[in-house]
């Protein structure tokens, strides 16, 4: 069974930075694609960005273009997610979850953990 767990959220000031890490357990992780995904409250989940088993990245969400960058170290079964120049727009729960060749979510999901970005 495979097991995502994320950390690294909190409270920051618009402009700030916060690097978000997504540690796999339970399966083959240097195998998979990974993705993060944000759920702002009263809105649909949204995907931000992906990267397959290679390091091989998928076309960020126009929102965080130039200012998020997602990356992952097979050695350490870990993706992260670098956000810079953070907006309050960007505050959300995160999610990491693992992809399909299609970049679409595969249905395996970790807890999220939220992100606030103040004005």
């Known amino acids: 069974q495979v097991q995502l767990v994320e950390s690294g959220g909190g409270l920051v000031q618009a402009g700030g930075s916060l690097r978000l890490s997504c540690a796999a357990s339970?399966?083959?992780?240097?195998?998979?694609?990974m993705g993060w995904f944000r759920q702002a409250p009263g809105k649909d989940r949204e995907f931000v960005a992906g990267?397959?088993?290679?390091?091989?990245?998928?076309p960020y969400t126009d929102s965080v273009k130039g200012r998020f960058t997602i990356s992952r170290d097979n050695d350490r079964n870990t993706v992260y997610l670098q956000m810079n120049s953070l907006k309050p727009e960007d505050t959300a729960v995160y999610y990491c979850?693992?992809?399909?060749?299609?970049?679409?979510?595969?249905?395996?999901w970790g807890q999220g953990t939220q992100v606030t970005v103040s004005s």
């Open positions: 979850g693992i992809l399909t060749t299609t970049w679409k979510p595969a249905g395996y």
């Open positions: 339970g399966g083959t992780f240097s195998s998979y694609a």
């Open positions: 990267i397959t088993w290679s390091g091989g990245t998928a």
